[in-house]
Every structure is written in structure tokens, then in C-alpha cells.
């Protein structure tokens, strides 16, 4: 099956620093990549949609210029938190969608933990 | 808009005991439905999916869910829960008029005792 792989899997940091996770899609290209942040205990809240070579699309409420999202490739998305503060520490998913043979079907990532203290 | 909905925070079973996990759905067009697994800071492992066809959808791991249009549902199914299915379970919809966008459940917690 389709692997999607996010680095690094924990971060810690000091606030005002900023934090870039990595998602790759290792064996299929990912026209289209999302990432979604989860709160302990609760569901994955989606954050923005990355669409390679183009701007990324954020939903109501994200703040475009604290999560910057760059989609380089076919193959890579990044997410990068800028001035982190201890509010957006979190558990970061990001997600592909293959153009391939399983086109439609999203593939996760294993999900990033970012600690700011 | 498409939403979904489960209704059961927590769901605590015996091991070898049948294991049921609600789903409700709206959606405008079209759903394709979801069902994922997550472990203690994990990401997300695909259970199963409906896009068409058969009502009854098998997937990985033994788990099964209907879909029932009528009733706007998606549950999933387990004849026999084992205690390595504790776990959180999160369905998802995709609404075919709104793209590749998922939208996901609050999650049910099953917890299964020995």
C-alpha cells in the first residue's frame, strides 16, 4: 500500500522559535496533500489543503501566516509553525491523496507531536 | 456541508464479545465513507472504505460496516472483539461534490477487557 511518511515524528521547542514538519508521499505521487491538527482526546481538524505548485487553501479560523504550508513536489509538503507559543503545541497528521492506481484514497502519515515550551 | 457524527464517546466491550461503533452522515451529494484506527500517538491506519456496490464493506483486521442510506449510517462491525482492538476509531465522509476534503467523527474509544 501506498506509505506516507512525516518527519520528525517529535519536536520540542522554545517559544517564538519556528518548527518545520515534513511530508513525504514515498511510493506514489501526491497531487494533493492535507494537514490536520489534533487536540488530545478530540477528532483531526483540518487545517489546509496543499496542492502542489499552488497555494495552499487553510480553512476558516487557521492563520495562513503562523502555519506556512509549502508543496514543492510531487513527492513533499511541508508545515512550518512560525513563532511557535505553547498554544500550538499539538499532534500535527498530514495526509496524501494518490493520483494513482488508488486514486481518491487519503494515506496518513504517522503524525508529528510538537511540544513548545 | 457534510458532517458526521458518533454519537458514542467511549465503548467498552468484553474480549470475544460482538463490537458495534455508530456513524451517522450527511452529506449533499454522493458519500464515500471511511472507517480509521488510531493508537496512542499514531496517525491514522485505514480500516475500510464504501464508495459503492455492496452495502456491507469488509476491511482489514476482521472489521466490517454497512452502509445504510436510508437511515444515513455507517456502523462498524466486529463478530468477535479482540483486546488489541482497543483503540480510537474515527469515520470519515468524503462528499463527491466537495472534492477530496474528509471530514472526520469525534471518535469512539473502545476499550476491551479481558
Known amino acids: 500500500g501506498a506509505v506516507v511518511s512525516q518527519h520528525p515524528s517529535w519536536v520540542i521547542c522554545k517559544s517564538g522559535t519556528s518548527v518545520k514538519i515534513e511530508c513525504r508521499s514515498l511510493d506514489f505521487q501526491a497531487t494533493t496533500m492535507f494537514w490536520y491538527r489534533q487536540f488530545p482526546k478530540q477528532s483531526l481538524m483540518l487545517m489546509a489543503t496543499?496542492?502542489?505548485?499552488?497555494?495552499?487553501?487553510?480553512e476558516q479560523g487557521v492563520e495562513k501566516d503562523k502555519f506556512l504550508i509549502n508543496h514543492a513536489s510531487l513527492t513533499l509538503s511541508t508545515l512550518t509553525v512560525t513563532s511557535a507559543h505553547p498554544e500550538d503545541s499539538s499532534f500535527y497528521i498530514c495526509?496524501?491523496?494518490?493520483?494513482?492506481?488508488?486514486?481518491?484514497?487519503?494515506?496518513f502519515g504517522e503524525g508529528s507531536r510538537l511540544t513548545v515550551l | 456541508a457534510q458532517s458526521v457524527a458518533q454519537p458514542e464517546d467511549q465503548v467498552n466491550v468484553a474480549e470475544g464479545n460482538p463490537l458495534t461503533v455508530k456513524c451517522t452522515y450527511s452529506?449533499?451529494?454522493?458519500?464515500?465513507l471511511f472507517w480509521y484506527v488510531q493508537y496512542p500517538n499514531r496517525g491514522l491506519q485505514f480500516l475500510l472504505k464504501y464508495i459503492t456496490g455492496d452495502n456491507l464493506v469488509k476491511g482489514s483486521y476482521g472489521f466490517e460496516a454497512e452502509f445504510n442510506k436510508s437511515q444515513t449510517s455507517f456502523h462498524l462491525k466486529k463478530p468477535s472483539a479482540l483486546v488489541s482492538d482497543s483503540a480510537l476509531y474515527f469515520c470519515a465522509v468524503r462528499d463527491t461534490a466537495a472534492g477530496n476534503k474528509l471530514t472526520f467523527g469525534g471518535g469512539t474509544r473502545v476499550l476491551v477487557k479481558p
Open positions: 495526509s496524501a491523496s494518490d493520483r494513482g492506481k488508488n486514486a481518491g484514497e487519503l494515506f
Open positions: 452529506v449533499s451529494g454522493n458519500p464515500y
Open positions: 496543499s496542492n502542489e505548485g499552488s497555494k495552499a487553501t487553510y
